[in-house]
């Protein structure tokens, strides 16, 4: 089963004039909700969160015992689809600018090679 770990900011409400506050929380989740968290969360992605509260503690190298909260996710909701597709967008610009820089005769690279 897959799993996926993240943290995600949490602005706290302050008085104006006052500085910003934010707290990281830390999620969990399974499954497919997993996977898909894989593929589409990079950091400042903006994400809504189901789930409970689940606490838990272990004992540390060094011997202490570490108190752990975390929060197991049934539902994770991408709320900023409209940026990734205006990220798609820009990027599709980018490769067609740089495909008007190719001289004639030429092929551009595929960038995207894995190794």
């Known amino acids: 089963m897959a799993v996926a770990r993240f943290s995600v900011a949490i602005d706290r ?3 104006s004039g006052k500085e910003k ?11 497919k909700q997993a996977e898909n968290c894989e593929r589409f969360l990079n950091k400042g992605r903006l994400v809504g969160i189901q789930g409970r509260i689940q606490t838990g503690k272990y004992t540390n190298k060094d011997g202490a015992t570490v108190y752990t909260t975390d929060v197991v996710a049934n539902n994770v909701e991408f709320l900023d689809w409209g940026e990734l597709e205006k990220q798609k967008a820009d990027r599709q610009k980018e490769t067609d600018r740089q495909a008007e820089d190719i001289p004639e ?8 090679i894995p190794f």
Not at 21 to 31: A, I, P, R
Not at 105 to 112: R, V
């Open 13 to 15: 409400p302050v008085k």
């Open 21 to 31: 506050q934010t707290d990281f929380h830390n999620v969990v989740v399974f499954g």
């Open 105 to 112: 005769g030429f092929q551009a690279l595929d960038e995207d």
